[in-house]
């Protein structure tokens, strides 16, 4: 049978355990709210970064096709 010490100490400490995260979790939760103010600038820098990642990327494919357009009809000749 354990000791009436034991006892009372697992009986103080496991309230007190569960309400230790509190202040944590409070302090996660507000620092998550406050940047979410922040989502729509960083949402509208993304759009034209990735519109700007298309624009390479079609003007890449437009000088490949062209390179390559070059090369068959110079090895025609």
């Known amino acids: 049978m354990p000791e009436a010490?034991?006892?009372l100490l697992f009986i103080v400490?496991?309230?007190l355990l569960n309400?230790?995260?509190g202040p944590d979790v409070l302090c996660?939760?507000?620092r998550a709210l406050r940047s979410g103010d922040h989502v729509g600038s960083v949402s509208?820098?993304?759009h034209w970064l990735e519109r700007?990642?298309?624009a390479l990327f079609?003007?890449?494919g437009i000088r490949l096709a062209l390179a390559e357009n070059s090369g068959a009809a110079s090895s025609v000749h």
């Open 13 to 15: 400490a496991g309230p």
């Open 58 to 60: 079609i003007g890449f």
């Open 19 to 21: 309400l230790t995260p």
């Open 5 to 7: 010490h034991s006892l």
């Open 28 to 30: 996660i939760v507000t």
């Open 44 to 46: 509208r820098g993304m």
């Open 52 to 54: 700007g990642a298309g």
